[in-house]
């Protein structure tokens, strides 16, 4: 592994210490550039650094106490792929396209797939890939996943 590359993750990392876990805005103005582009998998869009700037904080004020676990990360030239935990208590009201959910007070937990491209040591767009319906079901906003469907059963709902 190149010191480029153990660079890339540490930047990766700190994006998600900083932001998710923290809040801290203006560290995150330091890490994306200018032209910056966030790409949730879910959405048909993608956000911004400005949009994406406005978004985080909004999660974090429906999961107060959020924070972002790094499981694992790869590198490979200017790409940087990371596994973690998001987890949160669900304190604010939710707006979803199945509607508006008060808050539950219970702690939901999922997992995330993120993708960050960094060129001259600022992450110029990212990629996220998760699964929604496995926090609501945490949560008991939705149905849970019927018995006898493998792997497609989600995990149980945190402690």
């Given amino acids: 592994m ?12 700190r994006l998600a210490e900083a932001f998710i876990t923290r809040g801290d805005r203006a560290v995150v103005n330091d890490i994306l550039d200018d032209s910056y582009s966030w790409k949730p998998v879910s959405d048909d869009k993608p956000m911004s650094k400005d949009v994406h700037m406005r978004d985080v904080p909004d999660l974090r004020w429906i999961f107060a106490d959020l924070t972002y676990t790094v499981k694992y990360q790869v590198a490979e030239d200017d790409l940087v792929v990371t596994h973690g935990t998001m987890r949160g208590k669900h304190s604010g009201t939710m707006r979803t396209p199945f509607g508006e959910f008060p808050a539950t007070n219970k702690i939901a937990e999922w997992d995330t797939i993120s993708f960050h491209r960094i060129k001259n040591g600022k992450v110029t767009e990212g990629w996220i890939i998760y699964n929604p319906l496995d926090a609501f079901q945490q949560l008991g906003l939705v149905k849970q996943w019927p018995e006898g469907y493998g792997s497609a059963k989600p995990k149980a709902a945190a402690v």
């Fill in 2 to 13: 190149s010191a480029e590359t153990d660079a890339n993750k540490a930047l990766v990392r």
